[in-house]
């Protein structure tokens, strides 16, 4: 739903804008976050279907992220979709495959040994990741005016709708809480870091605006639903009491 929802508003907003229109269709296509499995593990959610979520959702993102932006876009954006699926397979799906992999044939061993040792490195490539991306679009934050504050509140009001879709949708399928829980995270966060690279490897830097804004909002949106499930959806006695042990 969320990038039709992105694409439709995106259109309205910003009709004369075809690379803006791309970016909000792009940061609503990118697979979810991998750090709901974190906010999902805090409150209580269902740590399997989170995985399996996140999983198969990168797996497929090579497939749905070029067909939704041709579907939604058509001709009207040039775009290599092939060295596209090329792109995401090399950076999302090769390295959870590798996870997988080696999570499977060390027998969950190689997250106490390789894990603790290899955590610096990779926060302190996140870092230099999100420095490269922000560096091609710091140009368009030089004079922040009321059109960039817009697209960022539009941004803002889109993760927001992502999260309560999550949420509402759980709750009229009648699931149990640890699953709301779940699909409320995963609905509402997505890969800002891979759709910055991927806006600006295959698109104007225009396009990499609206996901770029996007990592302003994620943390403190998770955060703050975490603790809107707290009161909505009250955790049980018993739950609380097998997590304490």
């Known amino acids: 739903l969320m990038p039709f929802i992105a694409?439709?508003?995106?259109?309205?907003?910003?009709?004369?804008?075809?690379?803006?229109?791309?970016g909000f269709l792009l940061a609503a296509l990118i697979p979810t976050g991998i750090s709901s499995f974190l906010w999902s593990s805090i409150y209580m959610g269902n740590i399997a279907l989170t995985l399996s979520i996140i999983?198969?959702?990168t797996m497929i993102s090579p497939l749905v992220v070029?067909?939704?932006?041709?579907?939604l876009l058509?001709?009207?954006?040039?775009?290599?979709?092939?060295?596209?699926?090329?792109?995401?397979?090399?950076?999302?799906?090769?390295?959870?495959?590798?996870?997988?992999l080696l999570h499977h044939f060390s027998q969950g061993s190689v997250k106490k040994t390789l894990a603790p040792k290899l955590a610096p490195f990779s926060k302190l490539g996140m870092g230099v990741v999100v420095a490269i991306n922000s560096s091609m679009v710091a140009s368009y934050f030089h004079a922040f005016d009321a059109r960039l504050l817009g697209m960022a509140l539009v941004v803002l009001f889109l993760a927001i709708?992502?999260?309560?879709?999550?949420?509402?949708?759980?709750?009229?399928?009648?699931?149990?809480?640890?699953?709301i829980v779940t699909l409320t995270f995963n609905s509402g966060m997505r890969n800002i870091s891979a759709g910055a690279v991927m806006a600006i490897t295959y698109f104007p830097a225009t396009v990499a605006l609206p996901v770029v804004l996007g990592m302003l909002f994620q943390q403190?949106?998770?955060?703050?639903?975490?603790?809107?499930?707290?009161?909505?959806?009250?955790?049980?006695?018993?739950?609380?009491?097998?997590?304490?042990?």
């Not at 070029?66 to 579907?71: C, D, L, R």
């Open 74 to 100: 058509g001709a009207k954006v040039e775009m290599d979709t092939w060295d596209m699926m090329q792109g995401l397979f090399y950076m999302i799906v090769l390295p959870s495959l590798a996870g997988m």
């Open 7 to 22: 694409w439709g508003v995106a259109h309205l907003l910003y009709p004369d804008d075809m690379h803006v229109v791309t």
């Open 161 to 179: 709708l992502g999260y309560l879709l999550g949420w509402w949708i759980s709750r009229l399928f009648g699931w149990e809480r640890d699953v």
């Open 55 to 57: 999983l198969l959702d």
């Open 220 to 245: 403190t949106l998770a955060s703050t639903f975490g603790k809107f499930l707290d009161v909505v959806e009250k955790t049980p006695k018993k739950i609380i009491q097998e997590a304490a042990q």
């Open 66 to 71: 070029p067909f939704g932006m041709y579907v």
